[in-house]
């Protein structure tokens, strides 16, 4: 869940976030608003980091993926397989009230639309939209993909002229296909590039929109080379949109259930704020920094630094040889940058890492000039990491992250620990959450073998699928990660289909 959409920012973040319930909290927890102190921050060069140049010695170069599951907890691949299964079907056709978060509305003339929606919150987000296909294609699920890719391009595509972010896929859409911003976060974009290029490797290229590896290059050549473009708000997604205008309250769900009853039981109004409407200029422009070789928070330019969980080594090395050709060596340089970031970035002995942070890997302020604690978007950095060690097992500091991170949170106790901390470990929640544990259970795969470690994998395997309100990012994480640690997320090669 992330936040392009700068118009919420300032105002309203310590409203939001004194009101909105864990996951709601998330665009504006991990979102500070523009500060003096950031804006004018200027970053140091990028330090020397160490290269690593060829296939590695991981599953790219040897084919083999470590089953977690049955080598360390004695579970059948039969049983990890089914597991698998079952989580896809309960999130993707299970009941519609409190099981599933993929949803088919309609057709057009490319076929079947589909959306994946952030249940609790009732959107849909590029986050969602894009690891649902990449669950598909993973799992050979080609009519869900296809839905969700269409879905995706029908209505998330930024295609309107005097939109500086076109080209880019608007972050937050109403499950209607109507805005809730129209502006780009990259991680959606990312995972699209990634999906899109298995489903090339996997299904072969279509026509149109369903030329899957044109589609990919298409985006992955817009990160880097966008151009700066300047725009007055209000800004449309298409053009025959009419002016996108955010409310003067929050967009209402239906499904929140959670936070009206506790509304109610406080005796209190849900809370309500107005978002400044005033036409502003915004200036927007690629999705990396090229001084420091990595992705950015968002393209707007006046929004400073990175984001840890958006940094992707696994899925650079692939771009640096499937991807544009122009484009290869800045994709390889990316990868190892990246490694070195995550040791910069995350605390020397709690392995935290902080939602967003300066390019150079200091500190970066909150809305209420507090530094960037470890938070929602967080919890994927541990496994970013060690999905890149599992597949090129070329950076061994990856196995020092994992080892630290699990120690501190298994010091906190397995099944309890908070789903937000201050880098050095005060918990800043009292909340567990089934997707911060889902994807410490990934950390296993680079973590040091021993109880420590199996302690993570036995937890995720004996959590049931999440179901419910907060079912979106959760059950999101949890399903990959149940395929990571099993071996079946994989790196779908060109040619082969496998």
């Given amino acids: 869940m992330r936040t392009g959409s700068l118009a919420l920012m300032a105002s309203v973040t310590a409203i939001m976030l004194a009101a909105l319930p864990a996951y709601a909290q998330q665009k504006a927890a991990s979102t500070p608003p523009p500060m003096t102190a950031n804006t004018a921050y200027v970053d140091a060069p990028q330090p020397p980091f160490a290269h690593h140049p060829g296939d590695g010695k991981g599953a790219y170069a040897t084919g083999h993926y470590h089953n977690l599951f049955a080598e360390r907890l004695g579970v059948s691949p039969a049983q990890t397989h089914q597991r698998i299964e079952d989580a896809f079907r309960q999130l993707f056709h299970g009941d519609g009230q409190e ?93 699209f590039v990634m999906a899109l290029y298995f489903a090339a490797n996997r299904w072969g290229n279509g026509k149109g929109i369903y030329n899957y590896k044109a589609e990919a290059d298409k985006i992955l050549r817009g990160m880097r080379h966008h151009p700066v473009l300047t725009g007055t708000t209000p800004f449309r997604i298409h053009p025959d949109d009419a002016p996108f205008v955010p409310p003067a309250t929050p967009w209402p769900s239906p499904n929140n259930r959670a936070m009206q009853a506790q509304a109610e039981k406080d005796g209190k109004p849900l809370p309500s704020f107005h978002f400044s409407n005033a036409p502003r200029p915004v200036t927007v422009g690629p999705m990396v920094d090229e001084a420091h070789t990595m992705i950015r928070f968002v393209p707007e330019t006046n929004v400073t630094g990175t984001d840890a969980s958006y940094h992707l080594p696994a899925f650079y090395e692939l771009w640096s040889r499937w991807g544009p050709k122009e484009d290869r060596a800045f994709w390889a340089r990316a ?136 079912r979106y990012f959760d059950g999101m994480l949890y399903l990959m990660s149940l395929m990571h640690v099993s071996g079946e997320f994989r790196i779908i090669m060109p040619h082969t289909g496998k």
């Fill in 99 to 191: 099981e599933r978060v993929y949803f088919e509305t309609g057709a057009n003339a490319n076929g079947t639309l589909a959306y994946i929606t952030d249940w609790a919150n009732n959107d849909a987000r590029t986050e969602g939209m894009s690891y649902g296909m990449m669950i598909a294609v993973q799992l050979n699920k080609k009519r869900e993909f296809d839905a969700l890719w269409n879905w995706a391009h029908t209505y998330m595509l930024i295609t309107d002229p005097n939109n500086p972010s076109r080209g880019y896929f608007a972050w937050s859409m109403g499950t209607d296909g109507s805005p809730r911003s129209v502006s780009a976060a990259p991680d959606g974009e990312e995972y």
């Fill in 335 to 470: 990868a190892d940058v990246s490694r070195d970031f995550f040791d910069r970035v995350t605390d020397p002995k709690t392995g935290l890492a902080p939602d967003r942070s300066h390019f150079d890997g200091s500190t970066l302020l909150t809305w209420d000039g507090q530094p960037d604690p470890f938070g929602y978007d967080s919890w994927r950095t541990i496994s970013n990491w060690s999905v890149d060690y599992s597949w090129w097992g070329k950076a061994a500091n990856e196995t020092t992250l994992s080892d630290r991170q699990q120690n501190f949170l298994y010091a906190q106790g397995v099944d309890r620990f908070a789903d937000r901390y201050t880098l050095d470990g005060k918990p800043l929640s009292t909340r567990y959450s089934v997707g911060m544990a889902s994807t410490a259970a990934v950390g296993s795969l680079a973590a040091t073998p021993g109880a420590t470690s199996d302690a993570f994998l036995k937890a995720l395997w004996d959590t049931p699928t999440p179901s419910g309100e907060q």
